[in-house]
């Protein structure tokens, strides 16, 4: 994921966008369905910036999302600050992990801090009253087998206090990523089924990744439920990339290579709250929540 456009989006939200439509646009119906929308946002004042995409939601990263010095709240009021407010704003919280995550590793060096910052994420999710924690997949080395990341996550599972959902997103590439094909979904949902506390753990899909993994969109919701039970979150994503490239540049809906008949039906089968991580700021987003309603 590319997030080029974020100070745009933190420059905006403070500079105008925000004109007092928060709350009209929530719950929409589409197609006899509910269906909520949100975005990822600039970290600073998460419920500015959902005011000012009139969005049910959003996600955002609390520190550095290439770092591992642990989650950082940034917002004017602290972290309890924030879920007081986003409770009384009526707004949900998602968190995205660091992308640096990866508790699937067989290195050493990389899954024990990989653990730790998830511990830390979950533990500040938790006090911001966030609905969820989102993680990707993670993968293993070239010669690994990967029945041993499987089993990481396994472990990783066991080791950590889930105080709240922690979602697992599919990502788009690399021959040796846990969560790219369905194959590979299936062997961690089977290793982590074992892990206690597995109920807390669910399952992010994000149709850019799906499309440019090579799974079927067509398809890709029943596949998911069949080895997950649960779809959690959605990530709404087009693609600037051809399905199967294992790229993963997110574009806004309707404006990459993705059939719009194929991610609508995604977005919308999967019946669960959506997350548009698309370029942008409030104007852009609110293009793409308008795209989502017009393609019902
Ligand atoms: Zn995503």
Same mark, same amino acid.
């Given at each position: 994921?590319?997030?080029?456009?974020?100070?745009?989006?933190?420059?905006?939200?403070?500079?105008?966008?925000?004109?007092?439509?928060?709350?009209?646009?929530?719950?929409?119906? +589409?197609?006899?369905? #509910?269906?909520?929308?949100?975005?990822? +946002?600039?970290?600073?004042?998460?419920?500015?910036?959902?005011?000012?995409?009139?969005?049910?939601?959003?996600?955002?990263?609390?520190? @550095?999302?290439?770092?591992?010095?642990?989650?950082?709240?940034?917002?004017?009021?602290?972290?309890?600050?924030?879920?007081?407010?986003?409770?009384?704003?009526?707004?949900?919280?998602? =968190?995205?992990?660091?992308?640096?995550?990866?508790?699937?590793?067989?290195?050493?060096?990389?899954?024990?801090?990989?653990?730790?910052?998830?511990?830390?994420?979950?533990?500040?999710?938790?006090?911001?009253?966030? %609905?969820? *924690?989102?993680?990707?997949?993670?993968?293993?080395?070239?010669?690994?087998?990967?029945? +041993?990341?499987?089993?990481?996550?396994?472990? &990783?599972?066991?080791?950590?206090?889930?105080?709240?959902?922690? *979602?697992?997103?599919?990502?788009?590439?690399?021959?040796?990523?846990? #969560?790219?094909? *369905?194959?590979?979904?299936?062997? +961690?949902?089977?290793?982590?089924?074992?892990?206690?506390?597995?109920?807390? =753990?669910?399952?992010?899909?994000?149709?850019?990744?799906?499309?440019?993994?090579?799974?079927?969109?067509?398809?890709?919701?029943?596949?998911?439920?069949?080895?997950?039970? %649960?779809?959690? *979150?959605?990530? &709404?994503?087009?693609?600037?990339?051809?399905?199967?490239?294992?790229? @993963?540049?997110? #574009?806004?809906?309707?404006?990459?290579?993705?059939?719009?008949?194929?991610? &609508?039906?995604?977005?919308?089968?999967?019946? &669960?709250?959506?997350?548009?991580? #698309?370029?942008?700021?409030?104007?852009?987003?609110?293009?793409?929540?308008?795209?989502?309603?017009?393609?019902?």
């Amino acid at each position: 994921m590319r997030w080029s456009s974020y100070s745009r989006i933190g420059r905006e939200a403070t500079t105008g966008q925000h004109n007092g439509r928060c709350g009209l646009a929530r719950n929409r119906r +589409v197609s006899g369905m #509910t269906i909520t929308l949100g975005a990822h +946002v600039d970290q600073t004042d998460p419920i500015a910036e959902a005011e000012a995409r009139g969005a049910d939601h959003v996600q955002f990263f609390l520190g @550095d999302p290439q770092g591992y010095k642990g989650p950082e709240i940034r917002y004017h009021g602290g972290a309890e600050g924030l879920r007081k407010d986003a409770e009384a704003a009526g707004i949900g919280l998602y =968190v995205h992990a660091p992308y640096i995550v990866n508790v699937a590793t067989t290195n050493n060096r990389i899954r024990i801090p990989s653990r730790k910052l998830l511990q830390q994420h979950v533990d500040a999710a938790a006090e911001i009253g966030a %609905r969820g *924690l989102i993680v990707h997949g993670g993968h293993v080395n070239k010669s690994d087998d990967p029945a +041993v990341g499987f089993d990481n996550w396994r472990k &990783a599972v066991e080791a950590t206090d889930l105080k709240l959902p922690v *979602l697992i997103e599919n990502t788009a590439g690399g021959d040796n990523a846990m #969560t790219r094909q *369905l194959e590979r979904i299936e062997g +961690v949902w089977a290793a982590i089924e074992e892990a206690s506390g597995h109920e807390q =753990v669910g399952f992010c899909l994000d149709t850019c990744h799906a499309w440019a993994s090579g799974i079927d969109l067509a398809t890709v919701v029943e596949q998911v439920i069949r080895i997950t039970g %649960r779809i959690d *979150l959605v990530h &709404a994503n087009d693609s600037r990339d051809a399905a199967g490239s294992g790229a @993963d540049r997110h #574009t806004s809906l309707g404006q990459g290579r993705i059939d719009a008949d194929l991610l &609508a039906g995604v977005i919308h089968e999967a019946g &669960a709250p959506v997350v548009c991580e #698309t370029p942008g700021g409030p104007e852009e987003h609110r293009a793409d929540f308008e795209w989502i309603r017009e393609h019902g």
